[in-house]
């Protein structure tokens, strides 16, 4: 598609996306304005993104407002799942296209955008099958009353999202706040736009009434994120991001009683017990490390292994360190792209120092890329930690970068204590022979989402969250859906 076209130049044109999607129409800023969206891998502007203020926030939320109480609030779960798998359909056809303008706004690699989105395509029909299908319950009292409840939707939605994976955390959010039957503003992290406003055409071709879904990009403190959270007409915040932000969020919108739920981020272990296949715990562990430059909050950052096998493990990630293939995301062949953005390449740069002060070995990696297919972006090699203690800070803190910190252990009882000696619980890993062990570290391990002899399966039907200082409340799966449900109990004498 032409969009595609435009996205793939890198010859240092812009695209221009210079309106809001506000009531089904693509409106100018009010009191917003434009901003410009940098290419990481080249360090430079490549589209310039239309961003709303406080106005604009508000128009969007009255959209919503009217949309809930008119054509969609008022229509049968089976027709808004129609509309739903028409998005779904369409959202396959430009996948492509979509994943390319994800990739030029983040960095990731292109193959990693690709292979996500054509997931999202089947999690829209997945939430699209369950749109009529959340029923009430009645109660059973006695002759004198019929008491029973149904489920309603929770209302207009804050979706607000971060900059690593613009175009999942959209639908982990829209898919079941649309099955629920809410309405939505959109609001994409400054860093990474495009996408999420591309989905706005999306809704318009698939016939969405206007104002069920607005995308109004904006900046968070002091923008259009701060406003979505502070106004009264928004009932729910679905949010990802820093947990620094999310405890901002919950203080502003406190006031106004609204609903939250936050994915935050992770330092995963990921255990490596010496009876494991240790070719496939390899595998996984060293593809996790770099995964979307290790900008993920499912991260295993944390490699606990025992220490039969600790040396080859070390010895392993060094050699496959090497191997990674970093370079200009477009290219389909590139393992991993740079840094999402020049802060995010300086904090981890940071950590790296940090980690060499703490007395961490640093075994691999370790600096920018500087050469000259590298120089102008914001690339850093594939880093590697060994003897990494758990009180250090590059163990306890998320770098969200391409770094892993490799850490001994003797024994079980030493392997569960430091996998949840940490102040976030979002996901964990094990690898063993032993399914017994699996069982036992399984459901000793204070985290949301625990993969054994597997690792970062996510799908829209299992629950994904965090324990901890990970978050609040599940996205995915019918957890998720009930989180953009209320339920209502009527009583009726009889
Ligand atoms: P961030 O908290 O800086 O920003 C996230 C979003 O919040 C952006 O859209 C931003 O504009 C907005 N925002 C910032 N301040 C705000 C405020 N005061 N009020 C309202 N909105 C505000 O996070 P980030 O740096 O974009 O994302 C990285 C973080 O996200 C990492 O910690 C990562 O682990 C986490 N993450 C978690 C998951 C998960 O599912 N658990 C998934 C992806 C990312």
New binding site residues.
């Given amino acids: 598609s032409t969009i595609e076209a435009t996205a793939s130049l890198t010859d240092g044109s812009t695209l221009r996306h210079e309106r809001l999607f506000i009531g089904g129409a693509w409106v100018e800023p009010e009191d917003g304005g434009l901003m410009e969206s940098i290419d990481p891998s080249q360090g430079r502007p490549w589209a310039v993104v239309a961003y709303g203020g406080s106005r604009d926030v508000a128009k969007a939320v009255d959209a919503a407002r009217s949309a809930l109480e008119g054509p969609w609030g008022r229509m049968p779960g089976h027709e808004r799942a129609a509309l739903m798998r028409r998005f779904a359909d369409l959202y396959r056809e430009r996948a492509r296209a979509l994943a390319v303008l994800e990739t030029r706004d983040s960095g990731r690699a292109l193959r990693e955008s690709l292979a996500d989105v054509s997931g999202h395509a089947t999690a829209y029909h997945w939430w699209a099958s369950l749109a009529d299908k959340h029923a009430g319950r009645t109660i059973p009292i006695d002759d004198s009353v019929h008491a029973f409840t149904t489920r309603v939707p929770v209302g207009v939605v804050g979706a ?6 613009p175009l ?2 959209a639908s ?1 959010k829209l898919g079941p706040a649309l099955a629920a039957g809410c309405t939505v503003v959109l ?5 990474t736009p495009v996408a999420s406003l591309e989905l706005g055409r999306l809704f318009e071709e698939a016939g969405f009434p206007p104002g069920v879904v607005n995308v109004v990009p ?9 406003h ?2 502070a106004h009264p007409g928004v009932d729910k915040i679905a ?8 405890q ?2 919950l203080r ?1 919108g406190g006031d106004t009683m609204k609903r939250f739920t936050f ?4 330092k995963s272990p990921h255990i490596i017990f010496a009876d494991a296949d240790l070719e496939q715990a390899l595998n996984a562990a060293t593809n996790s490390a770099w995964t979307l430059c290790g ?4 991260l295993g950052s944390r490699v606990l292994v025992q220490r039969p096998v600790y040396d080859r493990v070390v010895e392993e990630f060094v050699r496959r360190a090497g191997r990674v293939r970093v370079g200009p995301p477009l290219d389909e062949a590139t393992h991993m792209g740079p840094q999402a953005h020049g802060e ?1 390449l300086a904090k981890t740069l940071s950590y790296i120092d940090i980690g060499r002060a703490e007395g961490a070995e640093l075994v691999a990696g370790g600096h920018r890329l500087t050469g000259p297919e590298h120089a102008a972006g914001y690339f850093v090699e594939p880093t590697v930690f060994a003897n990494v203690s758990n009180g250090m800070r590059i163990a306890r803190e ?1 770098i ?1 970068g391409p770094v892993a910190a490799l850490i001994p252990f003797d024994d079980e009882e030493e392997a569960v204590a430091l996998a949840n000696d940490s102040s976030y619980g ?1 996901t964990a890993g094990l690898w063993t022979g032993d399914v017994g062990r699996a069982h036992r570290v399984a459901a000793r391990i204070r985290a949301g989402m625990v993969w054994v002899n597997t690792y970062r399966f996510i799908r829209w039907s299992t629950p ?3 324990f901890k200082g ?2 609040w409340g599940r ?1 995915n799966g019918v957890e998720a859906l009930d989180s953009y449900l209320e339920t209502r109990t009527t009583v009726i004498s009889t």
């Fill in positions: 607000i999202t971060p900059w690593n994976v999942m955390a982990w609001k994409p992290a400054e860093h904006g900046f968070g403190k002091d923008g259009a994120g701060e979505l959270v949010f990802t991001g820093e947990g620094a932000t999310a901002a969020i502003a994915e935050l981020g992770g900008q993920s909050c499912a995010q998320e969200f979002l994904y969250g965090g990970s978050g996205e």
